[in-house]
C-alpha cells in the first residue's frame, strides 16, 4: 500500500462508523466503474482501429472536412 493511501486510510478511521461506510461505498463503486471502462476500451481496440484506419483514408482522398469549433452546424 502506498503512504497517500495509507494517510487516507488512517483518515478515514478517524471518523464515524456511518461516514467510513459511504466513503468506502465510494471506493469500491469507483473501483468497479474502473474496470468496467478498462473492460470495454480493452474490447474496442479493433473498432478504434477502424476507425481510424478510415479517417487516414478520408484525409488520403481529400473528403474529409477540416473542423471548425465555431461552426455551430457541426454540432
Do not use: T, Y
Not at 464515524?16 to 476500451?41: S, T, Y
Not at 477502424?50 to 472536412?65: N, V
Amino acid at each position: 500500500m502506498n503512504k497517500i493511501l495509507e494517510r487516507a486510510l488512517a483518515a478515514i478511521a478517524k471518523l464515524p462508523d456511518e461516514q467510513q461506510e459511504v466513503i468506502a461505498c465510494n471506493i469500491l463503486e469507483d473501483i468497479e466503474a474502473e474496470k468496467g471502462w478498462e473492460e470495454r476500451f480493452a474490447k474496442s481496440q479493433d473498432r478504434l482501429a477502424d476507425l481510424s484506419k478510415r479517417a487516414g483514408q478520408h484525409i488520403a482522398d481529400g473528403s474529409a472536412l477540416p473542423f471548425d469549433p465555431s461552426d455551430r452546424a457541426a454540432r
